[in-house]
């Protein structure tokens, strides 16, 4: 079951895939698809993606993978990156495949970035007791939500005591070191965008980064 509505910019319709709803954007030239609304796990695809036969974005000469040629409102068409053979699919198919797992496409973009700051200065004290109120320094998590399901989090300090606004990134996650140079630079730049919009200002970090499972403490 399906159902659509237009701001008269934008159509988006929605669907039901496991249980969990599903927000699909209609733009002919595009896939935009959005699963889980309230936990949000983004997949995107547009001419010159690839979509892989694998549950994952990952990297494997075992796997196939096809170049995305052609998308319209009714297909999606790839061609082979070994053979050259083209693949016709159609594309509601595709978008639900990509949800289950059974097809899985490349990062090419960034759909959404998220800041969560924890703690406060005024409510800094390094000697209290754990308790129900974060008293530790204050930090903050950036999440930055790929195209191709996967979450890449970065967590900053704020150097300064009674500073507020500036931060410098402290730790990553892994899996960011493995991007690559083009996609690590496109990810410093929507960060930078996202942290300014939220009034913190970036600034070097003098001690490096440590690579940390940002996204399992969020």
């Known amino acids: 079951m399906a159902t659509t509505h237009s701001d008269g910019f934008t159509a988006v319709e929605h669907r039901i895939v496991q249980g969990r709803e599903v927000r699909i954007l209609r733009d002919p030239e595009e896939l935009h698809i959005q699963w889980r609304p309230g936990r949000p796990v983004y997949y995107g695809v547009r001419v010159g993606d690839r979509i892989k036969n694998a549950a994952s974005d990952v990297e494997s000469v075992r796997i196939d993978e096809w170049e995305v040629a052609e998308i319209t409102p009714e297909r999606v068409v790839g061609r082979h990156v070994r053979t050259g053979e083209e693949t016709t699919w159609d594309r509601e198919t595709l978008e639900k495949a990509l949800v289950v ?118």
């Open 101 to 218: 797992g059974r097809y899985a496409t490349n990062l090419s973009e960034f759909a959404l970035v998220t800041t969560h700051p924890a703690g406060s200065w005024a409510a800094y004290d390094p000697e209290a007791a754990p308790g129900l109120e974060y008293r530790g320094r204050p930090y903050l998590t950036v999440i930055a939500y790929g195209n191709n399901g996967e979450k890449y989090g970065r967590r900053y300090r704020f150097p300064e005591k009674d500073d507020a606004t500036r931060v410098e990134l402290s730790e990553e996650d892994p899996k960011i070191a493995r991007l690559s140079e083009t996609m690590r630079a496109h990810l410093d730049e929507v960060v930078a965008t996202a942290l300014e919009d939220d009034g913190y200002v970036v600034s070097p970090s003098e001690s490096g980064t440590d690579a940390a499972d940002v996204n399992a403490r969020t």
